[in-house]
């Protein structure tokens, strides 16, 4: 049974340019969160969507960020005209339930804004 | 937002040694869930104890949780050089419980 998978592993843009993450859950899995972690810290939560709806974005910017789970494929975090300071880890999760349970985590996604 | 908080922030110890890592947190919880990173790697999930349990044990790990402190420790015994890497917990916030908020970890390094 595949892990959560994310891709690209790294993405180098330029300021000003889109950023696109890919996740594909554990499969029975149709929970899926994105968490951002800046160097040296610890995780920090942005959206948990279920399949074709977002249930919690409260994590989010406001600007320029957005994130979709469709019903086929793979659930989307998109970055429009990153700036430096987008650069980060970014981790997707998910379950097989939303309530109290455990989250697999997936290898990340490193961005790099140059 | 409750919050894990783990200290110490660093942690260097010999192998076969034991290593304690402490985490607090602020609100009431129904779960407390603790991950290791490896350098530049994801996240691994260690293991999850609930509010009602104060013990919990997988392998070399022992957990324990105490809710009338807000506390959690996670326990390593007879450390190995591959348990080097960073040790996170996170609680469950949101409504459903799905929020995980994590702290900003400890630093665990087991010298050979």
């Known amino acids: 049974n595949a892990g959560v998978m994310q891709n690209p592993r790294h993405l180098v843009r330029r300021r000003g340019q889109e950023a696109r993450l890919r996740c594909s859950p554990m499969?029975?899995?149709?929970?899926v969160y994105w968490y951002r972690q800046l160097p040296e810290e610890g995780l920090k939560f942005m959206v948990y969507?279920?399949?074709?709806?977002?249930?919690?974005e409260s994590g989010m910017p406001k600007e320029r960020f957005s994130a979709e789970f469709p019903k086929e494929g793979p659930s989307i975090l998109r970055i429009q005209q990153v700036v430096r300071g987008d650069s980060a880890a970014y981790f997707c999760?998910?379950?097989?339930?939303?309530?109290?349970?455990?989250?697999?985590f997936g290898p990340g996604t490193r961005l790099l804004v140059l | 937002s409750q919050q894990g908080e783990e200290d110490p922030q660093a942690l260097s110890i010999q192998e076969g040694e034991n290593a304690t890592m402490n985490c607090s947190y602020k609100?009431?919880?129904?779960?407390l869930q603790w991950y290791r990173q490896n350098s530049g790697r994801g996240l691994v999930h260690l293991i999850l104890?609930?509010?009602?349990?104060r013990e919990k044990h997988s392998g070399r790990l022992r957990v324990t949780l105490d809710t009338s402190k807000k506390s959690s420790s996670l326990l390593i015994t007879a450390s190995r050089a591959a348990d080097t890497a960073s040790y996170f917990c996170?609680?469950?916030?949101?409504?459903?419980?799905?929020?995980?908020?994590f702290g900003a970890g400890t630093i665990l390094r087991v010298k050979s």
């Open positions: 499969k029975g899995h149709s929970h």
């Open positions: 999760a998910s379950s097989r339930k939303a309530v109290q349970e455990t989250q697999y």
């Open positions: 104890i609930r509010s009602n349990e």
């Open positions: 969507l279920q399949k074709e709806n977002i249930i919690d």
């Open positions: 996170a609680t469950a916030d949101g409504e459903y419980g799905n929020k995980l908020v």
């Open positions: 609100t009431s919880i129904n779960n």
